[in-house]
């Protein structure tokens, strides 16, 4: 079983400064001893996600490196390119790359494009992760998992991580101090190095719910959202706008208009963002349901045209109908056409709100 009884020390040098330090706490050491006994039994359990937590100077990362000695410690990845896409393995194709970006929760074409540098803190640890993922073939641990996140993004970042980490079967250890990021990454164990305790946590753990409030939205506003859309900066002016917030923080952003007078009783979704951070938690999909479910309440049918693949997978199953399947929409098409797109010869899909 994963186990070990070592001890690490370090010697106490004799510089000046040494000296006096020594003198005015008197400490009289010559060398600095600490002793572990770390048992983790996971060797017969099914487990996927593994925690290791404790505070700074507790051994977290000692215990991780010599327990696990076998796992591949993650220690950074060269990021050199102009976008994240070409720092990938060139083996891997753009289609792979952007399907395990999204999957990861950073589903944001705009931001793929950029270097790693000039991302966020919360889009800079989920595009490792897809790295790792994808390039790793043994089991990986992550040390300092969230550690420059903030403390939201980095509870909602856990969550979408191991979704994905499960649906691969991967085998994946978080080192990390911050005990906040348990509920969200629903460990299977978890192992404490300030109290040198092990928990099989498997089944016990669940993400707190998400409190999202949905308020209407000034057309100013949305300059918060749209360099995030994938598409287009563009806004309907006469569009019904609408913004979810998580503790007061403008996470999404919704709008819907009216379909050409020809049509009765037809909405669509007109831009729909929801900020990377915050991304792979079904935000999304909760967000437009909300506000389909509001107008069909009023005897409107909704509908929604999107070229996003994460979102095409999604809305199938939570309570959207697809109308059209992904194909490519020719200039010919009417402008009243139910289906029409504002970015022709790219896929899209129709779908329309069902309950």
Same mark, same amino acid.
């Given at each position: 079983?994963?186990?070990?009884?070592?001890v690490t020390?370090?010697?106490?040098?004799?510089?000046?400064?040494?000296?006096?330090?020594?003198?005015?706490?008197?400490?009289?050491?010559?060398?600095?001893?600490?002793?572990?006994?770390?048992?983790?039994?996971?060797?017969?359990?099914?487990?996927?996600?593994?925690?290791?937590?404790?505070?700074?100077?507790?051994?977290?990362?000692?215990?991780? *490196?010599?327990?696990?000695?076998?796992?591949?410690?993650?220690?950074?990845?060269?990021?050199?390119?102009?976008?994240?896409?070409?720092?990938?393995?060139?083996?891997?194709?753009?289609?792979?790359?952007?399907?395990?970006? /999204?999957?990861?929760?950073? /589903?944001?074409?705009?931001?793929?494009?950029?270097?790693?540098?000039?991302?966020?803190?919360?889009?800079?640890?989920?595009?490792?992760?897809?790295?790792?993922?994808?390039?790793?073939?043994?089991?990986?641990?992550?040390?300092?998992?969230?550690?420059?996140?903030? *403390?939201?993004?980095?509870?909602?970042?856990?969550?979408?991580?191991?979704?994905?980490?499960?649906?691969?079967?991967?085998?994946?250890?978080?080192?990390?101090?911050?005990?906040?990021?348990?509920?969200?990454?629903e460990p299977?164990?978890?192992?404490?190095?300030?109290?040198?305790?092990?928990?099989?946590?498997?089944?016990?753990?669940?993400?707190?719910?998400?409190?999202?409030?949905?308020?209407?939205?000034?057309?100013?506003?949305?300059?918060?959202?749209?360099?995030?859309?994938?598409?287009?900066?563009?806004?309907?002016? /006469?569009?019904?706008?609408?913004?979810?917030?998580?503790?007061?923080?403008?996470?999404?952003?919704?709008?819907?208009?009216?379909?050409?007078?020809?049509?009765?009783?037809?909405?669509?979704?007109? *831009?729909?963002?929801?900020?990377?951070?915050?991304?792979?938690?079904?935000?999304?999909n909760m967000? $437009?349901?909300?506000?389909?479910?509001?107008?069909?309440?009023?005897?409107? *049918?909704?509908?929604?045209?999107?070229?996003?693949?994460? $979102?095409?997978?999604?809305?199938?199953?939570?309570?959207?109908?697809?109308?059209?399947?992904?194909?490519?929409?020719?200039? /010919?098409?009417?402008?009243?056409?139910?289906?029409?797109?504002?970015?022709?010869?790219?896929?899209?899909?129709?779908?329309?709100?069902?309950?």
């Amino acid at each position: 079983m994963p186990s070990a009884k070592f001890v690490t020390s370090s010697k106490v040098g004799d510089s000046f400064r040494i000296e006096k330090v020594k003198g005015m706490f008197d400490v009289d050491h010559t060398e600095i001893k600490k002793e572990y006994d770390v048992n983790i039994p996971i060797e017969s359990m099914d487990w996927n996600v593994g925690l290791i937590v404790g505070a700074s100077g507790s051994g977290k990362t000692t215990i991780a *490196r010599r327990v696990f000695d076998e796992y591949e410690l993650f220690q950074g990845f060269e990021w050199t390119c102009d976008s994240i896409l070409d720092d990938f393995d060139e083996k891997f194709s753009a289609k792979e790359i952007t399907e395990i970006l /999204s999957k990861v929760g950073f /589903s944001s074409p705009p931001d793929w494009l950029k270097p790693f540098n000039i991302l966020s803190n919360g889009q800079k640890m989920r595009v490792e992760l897809a790295r790792l993922i994808l390039e790793s073939e043994k089991p990986f641990i992550y040390d300092e998992f969230t550690s420059v996140v903030d *403390r939201q993004v980095a509870c909602i970042g856990s969550s979408a991580i191991q979704k994905f980490v499960r649906k691969q079967n991967k085998q994946f250890i978080a080192v990390s101090c911050h005990y906040d990021v348990a509920e969200w990454l629903e460990p299977d164990w978890i192992y404490d190095a300030n109290k040198m305790e092990f928990q099989d946590t498997r089944g016990l753990l669940r993400r707190p719910d998400i409190q999202v409030n949905v308020r209407k939205a000034e057309q100013s506003e949305w300059k918060q959202f749209m360099e995030f859309h994938y598409l287009t900066h563009d806004h309907n002016k /006469s569009a019904h706008k609408y913004i979810a917030e998580i503790n007061g923080e403008p996470v999404g952003w919704c709008s819907i208009l009216h379909f050409p007078h020809k049509i009765k009783n037809f909405k669509k979704i007109h *831009r729909l963002v929801i900020k990377p951070d915050y991304q792979g938690i079904g935000l999304g999909n909760m967000f $437009l349901s909300e506000i389909a479910k509001k107008y069909t309440k009023d005897k409107f *049918r909704v509908r929604l045209v999107t070229g996003s693949p994460s $979102l095409i997978w999604s809305l199938k199953k939570h309570g959207w109908m697809m109308v059209r399947k992904p194909s490519s929409m020719k200039s /010919s098409q009417k402008h009243n056409n139910m289906h029409r797109s504002t970015s022709q010869n790219r896929l899209t899909a129709s779908f329309e709100y069902v309950l």
